[in-house]
């Protein structure tokens, strides 16, 4: 690890592969399994970040990936734990982290200790998305779903995992994300609907901010002449979703308040993962402020630990 790690993102020590054990569907959803080498992460509570290091006894850090296998959309906030059995008896049993790494961007995952190679089956299970759904989307992921997947380890395949040591780690950048055939990229949609206010940038993160109007906006929750207003947030360099934060909005005109309130977390076909609200119809004279209560309460991997954590407030005009 860096001595003097950068405060933002920066490129890592270390660049390892990534190998995927399977796919299944159960419920509403479509499941990944993959794993590499064990590896060490942050969590963080609110502002403080905690390092979780490896332990001799790890073998692979699993991961997991949940989205909609309609619209390829990947769904964070899904509460997801994993179960190893190896002929039948328990070998780990763990609430998974959500975390964001440079090579695949927002996953569940966590380091495990396997006994030696052999033949496992890891039961992936999620509770349900709890967060707000728009759209064709309303009414679905509500309910639990568990997937059995088999899992063949071997050290040697293993130990096979591309890994490198990039010469230029502690700079400005990041790890291109891993192309991984069947699993869709971690990233917001490439075309958003409505107005596009513009892109900003707050402890590394770059928010995009969008007003919808009309049937656009009643279809999310607005009313009589109100907008919705749509905050996309992600990594700079990759473009990867930073999910989990704590956003709140003032719409202000000559001085006066005339909107203020939280943004909520949502789940939307078209949009993906967003933070939105209904909002007053934006004039040329308006501004937007948003203020992020708290960063994205996800685990990093190195490169990332440490932006995404002091974020100054941004603003944007009608």
């Known amino acids: 690890m860096l ?22 569907d159960a419920g509403a959803f479509r ?31 699993l991961m997991a990936l949940v989205w909609d296998p309609d619209t390829g959309v990947v769904l964070p906030e899904v509460g997801l734990t994993a179960e190893i059995r190896r002929d039948g008896e328990l070998v780990a049993r763990e609430a998974v982290y959500a975390m964001l790494s440079q090579r695949l961007g927002f996953h569940y995952g966590d380091n495990f200790a396997l006994p030696g190679d052999g033949e496992y089956t890891v039961d992936i299970s999620v509770g349900g998305l709890q967060i707000r759904r728009t759209g064709s989307f309303a009414g679905r992921f509500g309910d639990p779903a568990t997937v059995s997947i088999p899992f063949s380890y071997s050290s040697d395949e293993r130990d096979a995992i591309p890994f490198r040591r990039p010469d230029d780690a502690g700079t400005s950048g990041a790890l291109s994300p891993a192309d991984i055939e069947g699993v869709p990229a971690v990233r917001p949609p490439d075309a958003v609907p409505g107005r596009h206010l513009g892109q900003r940038a707050t402890g590394d993160a770059r928010l995009d901010a969008y007003v919808l109007t009309d049937e656009a906006a009643t279809r999310r929750g607005a009313t009589g002449d109100e907008a919705y207003l749509a905050l996309v ?9 930073l999910p989990a934060m704590g956003l709140e909005t003032r ?6 308040t005339r909107f203020e ?28 402020t948003v203020r992020v209560l708290t960063p994205p309460q996800v685990a990093r991997h190195e490169g990332y630990e440490t932006a995404f954590v002091e974020m100054p407030p941004v603003s944007w005009t009608g």
């Open 3 to 24: 001595d003097d790690r950068p405060p933002g993102v920066y490129r890592p020590t270390h660049a390892s592969g990534v190998r995927l054990v399977g796919t299944a």
């Open 261 to 288: 309130g939280t943004l909520s977390r949502t789940m939307d076909p078209e949009l993906g993962y967003h933070y939105g609200t209904p909002i007053p119809y934006l004039g040329s004279r308006d501004t937007v």
């Open 233 to 241: 947030s992600r990594t700079p360099h990759s473009g990867l979703l």
């Open 31 to 61: 499941f990944a399994l993959l794993y590499s080498y064990p590896d060490r992460f942050w969590e963080l509570v609110g502002r403080q970040t905690y390092r979780r290091s490896v332990e001799t006894a790890d073998s692979v850090h």
């Open 251 to 256: 719409v202000e005109r000559d001085g006066t």
